[in-house]
C-alpha cells in the first residue's frame, strides 16, 4: 500500500453547526466518532488523484508530441476548469495537488 504524500490535502478543517450549543461536525464509524477522513478514505482520495494525474500528463506528453498543444498554460488551465467540472467530487485543494502533480509527472516523462 502506497503512503498518502504529506502534501496532499487533508480535508481542512472540520466543520460546525450554529446554534445555541456549538455542534462538531462528525461520523460515527465503527463505535468511534470521526472528524474529517479516515485513513482508508483518505488513502482512496489521494490514489484516485495519483491515477488521474498520471493519466492527464500521459494525455499532455503524447498532445505535446504530437504538436496539438499551442500554448501549455492555457492547455493546463482548460484542463482544470474542466476537471472542476466533472461529478468527482474532489476538493478544491485536491484539484490544485492533482494539477500540480500532473505537471510534475509530465515534466519527468
Known amino acids: 500500500m502506497n503512503t498518502v ?6 480535508g481542512g478543517e472540520a466543520g460546525s453547526v ?7 461536525l462528525a461520523r460515527l464509524i465503527d463505535g468511534k466518532y470521526v472528524v474529517g477522513l479516515t ?8 490514489y484516485f488523484c495519483e491515477d488521474l494525474a498520471i493519466q492527464l ?11 496539438l498543444i499551442p ?3 492555457a492547455f493546463y ?6 476537471v472542476r467540472l466533472q461529478p468527482w467530487g474532489l476538493s478544491s485543494e ?3 495537488w492533482l494539477m500540480k502533480r500532473s505537471r510534475e509527472l509530465q515534466e519527468q516523462s
Do not use: Y
Request: glycine share 2%; net charge neutral.
Open 71 to 73: 500554448d501549455l498554460e
Open 18 to 24: 450554529p446554534g445555541v450549543q456549538s455542534k462538531v
Open 57 to 67: 500528463a500521459a494525455r499532455t506528453t503524447r498532445k505535446l508530441a504530437a504538436a
Open 5 to 10: 504524500p504529506a502534501d496532499f490535502p487533508r
Open 94 to 96: 485536491e484539484v490544485e
Open 39 to 46: 485513513a482508508e478514505e483518505l488513502h482512496a482520495r489521494w
Open 77 to 82: 488551465r482548460e484542463t482544470e476548469r474542466r
